[in-house]
């Protein structure tokens, strides 16, 4: 089992930055790809960032490319989500998850283990 937790949401001007993290517990996230997912009331799920295990491999949707930077540390047990230039349709709860697999998945469906969310609110 794997305990994921995000830290790093919260309110924060357009234009601005936040990095947000996932901290994990229970196993060592050097064996998952991981993605970054976040959700907007009465919207589905959207992916945002996904890296695989050892971190050298990267996607993002075009409509965060350029803005977000999924990275990773396995030392530390710990991904993180980079957002800049934030714009107020950022705003969402923002989900770290684990895949089944060393590689990174669009589809959420793909991902076994999930955090429960941080807020970030993005004012104009």
């Known amino acids: 089992q794997v305990q994921l937790v995000e830290s790093g949401g919260g309110l924060a001007q357009a234009g601005g930055s936040l990095r947000l993290s996932c901290a994990a517990s229970g196993r060592t996230l050097s064996y998952y790809g991981m993605g970054w997912f976040r959700q907007a009331p009465g919207k589905e799920r959207e992916f945002v960032a996904g890296i695989s295990s050892g971190g050298g491999m990267t996607l993002y949707p075009d409509s965060v490319k350029g803005r977000f930077t999924i990275s990773r540390d396995n030392a530390k047990n710990t991904v993180y989500l980079q957002i800049d230039s934030l714009k107020p349709e950022d705003s969402a709860v923002y989900y770290c998850?684990?895949?089944?697999?060393?590689?990174?998945?669009?589809?959420?469906?793909?991902?076994?283990?999930w955090g429960k969310g941080t807020q970030v609110t993005v004012s104009s």
């Open positions: 998850a684990a895949s089944g697999s060393n590689y990174y998945y669009a589809r959420s469906r793909e991902y076994d283990y």
